[in-house]
């Protein structure tokens, strides 16, 4: 093979039955589809249709809870099995979604390009679509004076688009293999679901309702114990604002010593890690919280997110930490802030940055029973937290070896890779 010659196109990771066979060819997207261009002109009554990067094809209206669209007479006609490119680009799509059309007949804004692969067996170009190996063609051949947030492509470009193409039985086994694991994800992914309705549902069995005074399920030995007592989370212990270090004092950052900001703070229970560390001089330059208080975001689009520490860390000014005295359950405090998380967030009100000071969210009232009752309430609830969590990290541990087998299955286009 010389310098002129390029590499055979072979997955790192191939099925041991197709070892012995030829390269992968790599026609463009053009031979192996058509565009599809009819319009709506007859103005027929078709659901609008969008192509989310996270949930691929859905209903318009289902996915933003209205209709977007005013009139779909220029949109064209998308029909079951037809792939659609949205150049929107996002965090999980980098240069915009390619999905197959997977729940019928619809119309899709002009905006998007349709496709349509000559052969019905096309669930592996499904799968290859969800890589990233597609991704670096499209960053060349795009117009860089476009839009921030979506990619210029001509339909022409997008038609000329490399497709790695093996024969149509190793197709059939890579879809299958992905497809497989596809549906064990989603098994799981409402298995987690199921359990989050659960625990939230319990929560607000052993949280009194708004207007009501005790819980509408109460443990045996509390049933006599009365009336739950108004306090505000100011009375839970002493509330502390986050602060952030000099950032133009690198001697601050990169220790061992954990600092939490919105970002770190997921649906989860316990903040375990975090995108930025301190020193012990940079933590010295903040309010220090200890383990087991409860932090609340009280600024921004996130405002209302709640986790609990596991080690003693800092924060930065978006988020309040509660520090429970003696009297209060430190996890008791937590699923009550949860339970209470929405409502607090309207205090906030509509403002362009939505925020919450600490006099504000120090002054919020729940209703809180004894101590013993508080624990018997946080030991309950603990173990469905731990559950959540143990299955959340089961499904992001699946989706991660998804994306790892992907980039093993589909082989590397060199420099048109992402």
Request: some cysteine.
């Amino acid at each position: 093979m010389t310098a002129d010659q390029p590499s055979p196109l072979v997955p790192k990771l191939r099925f041991a039955e197709f070892v012995g066979e030829p390269p992968w060819e790599c026609p463009p997207l053009k031979k192996l589809a058509k565009r599809i261009t009819q319009r709506n002109t007859q103005g027929a009554k078709l659901r609008a249709l969008t192509n989310s990067a996270e949930h691929g094809v859905v209903d318009q209206r289902e996915y933003f809870d209205k209709d977007i669209a005013t009139s779909t007479d220029n949109y064209y006609i998308v029909e079951a099995g037809d792939y659609v490119y949205n150049p929107r680009i996002s965090s999980i799509a980098p240069v915009g979604p390619i999905s197959k059309n997977q729940i019928g007949t619809g119309v899709m804004s002009p905006l998007y390009a349709v496709f349509r692969f000559h052969s019905d067996a096309n669930d592996f170009f499904a799968h290859y679509f969800r890589s990233s190996h597609w991704h670096g063609y499209l960053r060349r051949v795009s117009n860089n004076g476009a839009r921030h947030d979506r990619m210029a492509v001509t339909n022409d470009d997008l038609m000329q688009l490399p497709i790695p193409t093996p024969s149509a039985r190793e197709q059939q086994k890579i879809a299958d293999c992905l497809g497989s694991l596809d549906d064990l994800i989603a098994a799981e992914g409402r298995k987690l679901e199921a359990l989050r309705r659960h625990k939230q549902a319990l929560m607000q069995q052993l949280f009194p309702q708004e207007g009501e005074t005790q819980p509408r399920l109460r443990f045996p030995e509390f049933r006599g114990a009365g009336d739950w007592d108004d306090k505000s989370i100011g009375d839970f212990g002493q509330v502390v604002t986050g602060s952030t270090p000099s950032t133009a004092e690198p001697t601050f950052y990169g220790g061992e010593i954990p600092f939490v900001s919105p970002i770190d703070i997921s649906d989860l229970r316990y903040v375990e890690e975090t995108n930025t560390t301190l020193t012990e001089a940079g933590f010295k330059k903040t309010r220090p919280i200890r383990a087991g208080s409860v932090l609340f975001v009280c600024i921004g689009s996130t405002i209302g997110k709640i986790a609990q520490t596991v080690r003693d860390c800092a924060t930065n000014q978006q988020i309040n930490a509660v520090i429970p005295n003696a009297k209060y359950s430190d996890g008791f405090v937590y699923f009550a802030l949860s339970n209470a998380s929405n409502r607090i967030a309207l205090l906030a009100g509509k403002q362009a940055v939505p925020i919450i000071n600490k006099s504000l969210f120090s002054s919020a009232r729940l209703l809180v029973p004894r101590l013993p009752e508080q624990q018997r309430i946080a030991d309950c609830l603990t173990p469905l937290a731990d559950l959540v969590a143990a299955e959340t990290r089961k499904l992001d541990m699946l989706k991660a070896h998804r994306k790892g087998l992907m980039q093993q299955l589909f082989p590397s286009l060199g420099e048109a890779d992402a």
